[in-house]
């Protein structure tokens, strides 16, 4: 069974730090581009980082650049997304993707393959 589970998510003040994490199971990440994207209460999903399957090409959102980074790990079958200097319009509901197409995160549109069922970030103090 083809499954992407996310954890790491949690309350934290403004300022701080969170990693999330993305543990695929049933299929290898290897050849998968991967990637997060986030849904605030009323707003659409919305893009926020992805890396290709090599991890030599990123993206991301411009309001998190120089604040939030994702990694992979192929051995591990995991992804990360490594965010700072939280702020409390990072609030939302964070999932994890994968797509064996990197155009598809080109895109920013939420319409990748797999998905995970999503971590709650909320930041507030």
């Known amino acids: 069974q083809v499954q992407l589970v996310e954890s790491g998510g949690g309350l934290v003040q403004p300022g701080g730090s969170l990693r999330l994490s993305c543990a695929a199971s049933g299929f290898s990440l290897d050849y998968y581009s991967v990637g997060w994207f986030r849904k605030a209460p009323g707003k659409e999903r919305e893009f926020v980082a992805a890396?290709?399957?090599?991890?030599?090409?990123?993206y991301y959102l411009d309001s998190v650049k120089g604040r939030f980074t994702i990694s992979r790990d192929n051995s591990l079958n995991t992804m990360y997304l490594q965010m700072t200097n939280l702020k409390p319009e990072d609030t939302a509901v964070y999932y994890c993707a994968a797509d064996p197409r990197l155009w598809v995160f080109e895109t920013r549109k939420p319409i990748s393959e797999y998905w995970g069922q999503g971590t709650q970030v909320t930041v507030s103090s």
């Open positions: 890396i290709s399957w090599s991890g030599q090409t990123n």
